[in-house]
């Protein structure tokens, strides 16, 4: 019920790449750069992920065994660790049993493109 506000039309985006350590630290820096000595890679300026914002103002993403929450402005995550140093909260799936814990929030994830969060595969 809490989060029945988040939980509504939502536009899903899929790519087949998963996100390194330094690519989820990287898109939680709003509008900083950092690709500009890769040139094999998208993205310049930090403003891909960042039109995000236009769509809505608590992204999330999953990849691999980390789940992403962003929440730039500290509204709605606060409670769960958010701060304006580190605006979202990550989750490690083989640590915490989303389902079981977040059952609302990552139900709509399970089953997905071969989304298994019930066994660990993501």
């Not at 690709?35 to 999330?60: A, C, H, W």
């Not at 500290?74 to 140093?85: D, E, I």
């Amino acid at each position: 019920p809490k989060m029945a506000v988040w939980q509504h039309d939502c536009l899903w985006a899929y790519n087949d790449a998963i996100f390194t350590d330094a690519d989820l630290e990287a898109i939680c820096r709003l509008g900083v750069g950092g690709k500009r000595k890769e040139t094999q890679r998208i993205g310049r300026f930090g403003l891909g992920f960042n039109s995000v914002y236009n769509l809505t103002d608590l992204p999330s993403i999953l990849s691999d065994e980390t789940a992403l929450f962003l929440d730039p402005h500290v509204r709605h995550l606060q409670s769960l660790g958010a701060s304006t140093q580190r605006p979202g909260i990550k989750l490690r799936l083989s640590k915490v049993k989303v389902l079981d814990k977040f059952r609302d929030q990552f139900l709509p994830y399970h089953g997905i493109i071969d989304c298994d969060l019930e066994h660990g595969s993501s």
